[in-house]
C-alpha cells in the first residue's frame, strides 16, 4: 500500500498539468478515470483489507484526503492566481460521504459473502465464525459515523453561502445524486476487476472478460444518457471510454500487484463449508 500511495502521489501532482495541457476530452476524461480508480482501490481496501475495519477505513480516508490535497498543490501551482479557497476546501468536506458512497457496494457484497482480501500466509489464523454478524455496538458505530460524516458535508455549505443562497437543499441534492451515481459506477466497476484478478483461474481471461463488460458497460450507459437527454452528441460515449479506461487500468494493477504480493480474496462461506465438511 505503500508503494501505491507513493505513485498515486506522484500521478496526482502532475495531473493538474496534464490536464490544463491537453486539448483531448478523451484524454481529459481518462486522466480523471485515473483518478477516481485511485480512490475506488482505497475503498477496496478500506472495506476488504486485513486491519481492524476503523484503523483501515480512517487510514484510506485520510490518504485520500492526501491525495486530493496533492492534487489541490498541483493545481495550485498551475494556476495559483485564479484558485479561490472554496474550490479548495470544499472538496474535502465531500470527500467522506463521496468515499462512503464508493464503498456502498463493496459492504454489501461483504455483509452477504463475507469476502476479504488476507494475506495468503494469515488465511489459516482467520476466524470464519460470526464475521458476518451485525450487533448492536456496530449499528452504533455505523450510526455515529454517517452523522458525522453528513455533518462535514454540511459545513461545505458555509464555505461560500452566496452559491446557494440560503438554500441548503440546493447543495444536498446534487451531493446526494452524485453519490448515488458513484455508488453504482462503483458496483460497475470494482467488482468485475474483483473478479477477474482474485476469482478467474487464468488472468489472461479475466482481463479479456474486463475489457468486453467494460466496453458493453461503456456503450450501455453512454446509450441510456443520450436516450434521456435526447441529443445525438457523441459526448457521453467519450466520457464514459475515457473515466472506464482510466479507472480499470488503475485498478487492474494495483490489484494484480496485490496478488502478486501474497493476496487472495477469501469467502467465508467457502471456507466455513470447507471446515464443515472436513470435520464431518
Known sequence: MVMFLVIFGIMDFFLPAMLDGTESEVIETFLLGLMAGQFVMLSIWAVLGPQPVLVRWLLMLLTGMGLLLIFSLGAFVIDSLS????IIIEPFCWLPLVFLAIQSPLWISKLLTGCRIVDVLAEDALQSEGSRQFDLRQMFVVTAAIAVILTVARLSFYVDPSLYQGAETQMWLPLLTDCLVCAVWSAFVAIPCLGAVFVARNPMVGLIGVIVYAGMLTCLVAFGITLISGSGDDEPFVIMIGLNAGSTIVLLCSLHLLRAAGYRL????????????GSA
Open 83 to 86: 484558485t479561490e479557497a472554496a
Open 266 to 277: 477469501l469467502w467465508v462461506r467457502r471456507k466455513s463449508a470447507a471446515t464443515d465438511g
